[in-house]
């Protein structure tokens, strides 16, 4: 038996500022980690494409990621034992699949336009200087986040009658709207917890003797079934000195906003005698 720490953790907001998309006050807390051998799981909203922009920054290689709200979860080292999960293979690695296809949920989308006369917009559907404008990225960061396989982000115009209208229309079609740090999220059953859920289980079932203690980060509502299913729940400080109100026991509430609140509760959680 050996004791070991999972981290989960979200992006926006969370491990980058939420503005600038800077990482470089959580270096040290991410060098620290590598040191423990203990894996840094990223776990957020953007794709596949964006996450492995920034998991080539932190020096990520091996560890699993989860893209899209938990639409996918990517595992690119063969040692994990996936035995009784379907998966597939695409760019280099085993995918569970847990989210529906966004083309679907734009078809979706299309009929509730039709039906509601509800004016929403898809970040796929927009240019780049759009996406540029709401979201603050970089021009080629933007082109990698309206690669999307199993979620749509919108921005919804119109008042909260309209919106009502909205939320009853998505049910209909059985998908589901969260939301992150600028933008809802249209999407499937998935959520960040799920996968969390079934990453943990892949760990436990790869590791038979090991007891995983697994701590979660995250700034927004769409974080909050991540914090649900981890041992200690990390709510990040926002840039207007506030977190998101969460009802959890043993949930840590940073003192300090994004990025370097992140590395403080890193260093405060986690102790090194636990990871021999
Ligand atoms: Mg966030």
């Given amino acids: 038996m050996y004791l070991s720490y999972l981290i989960f953790s979200d992006l926006d907001g969370t491990l980058l500022d939420e503005d600038t998309y800077d990482f470089s006050e959580a270096q040290d807390a991410i060098s620290f980690l ?3 051998n203990i894996p840094l799981i990223l776990c957020s909203s953007k794709t596949r494409e964006e996450i492995e922009l920034y998991r080539s920054q932190m020096g990520l290689k091996k560890e699993p990621f989860i893209v899209e709200n938990g639409g996918a ?9 996936l035995n009784g999960i379907s998966y597939q293979v695409k760019h280099g690695c085993r995918v569970i699949e847990l989210g529906i296809p966004s083309s679907f949920i734009k078809k979706c989308l299309d009929e509730i336009r039709k ?3 509800i004016e929403v917009k898809c970040l796929s ?28 982000p919108i921005v919804f115009k119109g008042n909260e009658e309209k919106f009502n209208q909205f939320k009853k229309a998505i049910r209909e079609y059985k998908l589901h709207l969260t939301k992150g740090g600028r933008f809802y999220t249209l999407m499937g059953g998935n959520d960040k917890g799920k996968a969390v859920f079934l990453l943990k289980t892949i760990y436990q079932q790869t590791y038979p003797k090991g007891n995983f203690i697994t701590i979660g980060f995250g700034d927004s509502p769409n974080d909050l079934p991540l914090l649900k299913t981890v041992d200690r729940p990390v709510v990040v400080k926002k840039k207007n000195g506030s977190h998101m109100k969460v009802d959890l026991p043993n949930v840590y509430f940073t003192k300090f906003v994004g990025p370097r609140g992140w590395a403080e509760a890193i260093l405060n959680l986690v102790k090194e005698e636990n990871n021999d």
């Fill in 125 to 152: 559907k927009m240019d780049i200087d759009e996406i540029v404008s709401f979201s603050n990225l970089p021009p080629e960061q933007a082109k990698l986040a309206r690669q999307r396989e199993y979620s749509e």
């Fill in 73 to 81: 979860i990517y595992i690119p080292d063969e040692k994990f034992n």
């Fill in 115 to 117: 039906e509601t006369a």
């Fill in 34 to 36: 590598k040191r423990m």
